[in-house]
């Protein structure tokens, strides 16, 4: 997971740290790994400042065999509005959805893409739905799709090409979308999520 008490991340259209949504999403996953039989390592769940790509290298030396890098979305400043929450002003945008991203430096490219692409399939069929505004023509977007249909980006990101095994980057909602910044923070919303993480990788990874 991203993000950490000292750098939570991006801050939700009602105010809440993106580090809250990340960890809370990181522990439902982990519970429900566990329940499918899996072992897990959790990293930065209790907060700790520790690097993206440091997070990717320490899976590696544990020998694991995926990497799942769980974040809570945002958009660039140009796409944001303002309104007022108890009497804060708060940012906000009208983009909705996940994203998966995956690293053609990777070691293990093909296995990352296909389970990136196991996960789009099971969110679908969870009712969630993807956002395309990656891949908008603007600085600092501009993301490749690799598939339009899935909702899956290519994206050179240091904790993708670092790891030492499959891995792929989650961005679950937009929590600076009013609608998704509620429907994260349900425990409902969250079991879902990681539902369709855990039936995608059951299905994807190498026996």
Request: positive net charge; charged residues 20%; hydrophobic residues 45%.
């Amino acid at each position: 997971m991203s993000g950490s008490l000292q750098a939570p991340g991006a801050v939700s259209a009602y105010g809440v740290p993106e580090f809250e949504y990340n960890r809370a999403l990181a522990l439902e996953l982990a519970q429900q790994l566990r329940r499918a039989g899996h072992l897990v390592l959790l990293i930065g769940a209790e907060g700790d400042e520790t690097g993206l790509a440091a997070r990717a290298q320490l899976a590696t030396a544990a020998r694991a065999r995926f990497f799942v890098s769980l974040h809570h979305d945002s958009a660039q400043p140009r796409f944001l509005k303002q309104w007022t929450v108890n009497g804060t002003a708060r940012w906000y945008t009208d983009f909705s959805g996940y994203s998966l991203f995956v690293s053609r430096s990777n070691p293990a490219f093909a296995v990352s893409a296909g389970c990136a692409r196991a996960m789009g399939r099971q969110l679908r069929e969870q009712g969630f739905r993807h956002t395309l505004h990656h891949s908008a023509d603007v600085p600092g977007e501009r993301r490749t799709l690799y598939d339009r249909e899935l909702g899956v980006y290519e994206a050179d990101f240091a904790v993708l090409r670092r790891a030492g095994m499959p891995a792929v980057l989650f961005e679950a909602g937009v929590i600076l979308n009013r609608d998704d910044a509620l429907m994260l923070g349900r425990p409902a919303t969250r079991a879902r999520l990681a539902g369709a993480l855990v039936a995608a990788l059951d299905g994807c990874l190498p026996r």
